[in-house]
């Protein structure tokens, strides 16, 4: 006996500035597919996706699942470049900062 769970599909609401993001992100990735002169039907054999899913990845399309878009990373053996993301964090930084200095001004001061 088979147990399917069925999950409702939901439309992701991206705002213009970020499906600006994504689309760029597709086209960086469409880009690397032709400098390294592969198909767009060899990609997605060696990504375990269909053409059809590349396409979309290729358009930034934000309903694909990150993980199509990370197999394509890895055909292009730039996987390594996901872990760019998030990872410098100013504004992160800037609020630690802020809430250090906040803390420590609250103990005994020192002349």
């Known amino acids: 006996m088979k147990i399917f769970t069925i999950m409702a599909l939901k439309?992701?609401?991206v705002f213009p500035k970020q499906q600006q993001l994504l689309e760029l992100f597709g086209e960086n990735?469409?880009?690397a597919r032709k400098r390294r002169k592969?198909?767009?039907l060899q990609v997605a054999e060696r990504a375990?996706?269909?053409r059809g899913t590349l396409?979309?990845?290729e358009r930034g399309n934000p309903?694909?699942?990150?993980?199509?878009?990370f197999n394509v990373?890895?055909?292009?053996?730039?996987?390594?470049?996901i872990l760019k993301i998030a990872s410098a964090d100013p504004i992160g930084r800037k609020l630690q900062d802020l809430e250090i200095?906040?803390?420590s001004g609250h103990g005994s001061r020192k002349n």
């Open 11 to 13: 439309k992701h609401i």
């Open 29 to 31: 990735l469409k880009l």
């Open 38 to 40: 592969l198909t767009s």
């Open 48 to 50: 375990g996706i269909d």
């Open 55 to 57: 396409r979309e990845v």
């Open 63 to 69: 309903s694909v699942s990150l993980g199509a878009y």
């Open 73 to 81: 990373l890895r055909v292009y053996n730039l996987q390594d470049e």
């Open 101 to 103: 200095l906040t803390t």
